[in-house]
């Protein structure tokens, strides 16, 4: 079955920098477009992220254009999310996608 486990959250001080990593098991994964997506506390999940099958196309919300970088390594089955110039309002847990199947989630909080 489809696993997917997200780390490398964490508390951050607005401006810094984190990288998120999702290591995936029980498909293919190097023929599947993932995703990250990420939830507030108190509001709906929102899409941040997406790249397709062979890593040479990626897309993102507008509000994180620029600061954040996803990225893939088909070989090691993992993706990953690059987050710089953090500000407070990326505070939530974020989560990596297959279709409707996601992680448990990483807390990325972002405060001074």
């Known amino acids: 079955q489809v696993q997917l486990v997200e780390s490398g959250g964490g508390l951050v001080q607005p401006g810094g920098s984190l990288r998120l990593s999702c290591a995936a098991s029980?498909?293919?994964?190097?023929?599947?477009?993932m995703s990250w997506v990420r939830q507030a506390p108190g509001k709906a999940l929102e899409w941040v992220s997406d790249?397709?099958?062979?890593?040479?196309?990626?897309f993102y919300r507008a509000s994180v254009q620029g600061r954040f970088t996803i990225s893939r390594d088909n070989a090691k089955n993992m993706l990953y999310l690059q987050m710089s110039s953090l500000k407070p309002e990326d505070t939530a847990v974020y989560y990596c996608?297959?279709?409707?199947?996601r992680g448990q989630g990483t807390q990325v909080t972002v405060s001074s």
């Open positions: 996608q297959k279709g409707m199947s």
């Open positions: 029980g498909f293919t994964f190097a023929n599947y477009r």
């Open positions: 790249i397709n099958e062979d890593g040479d196309r990626s």
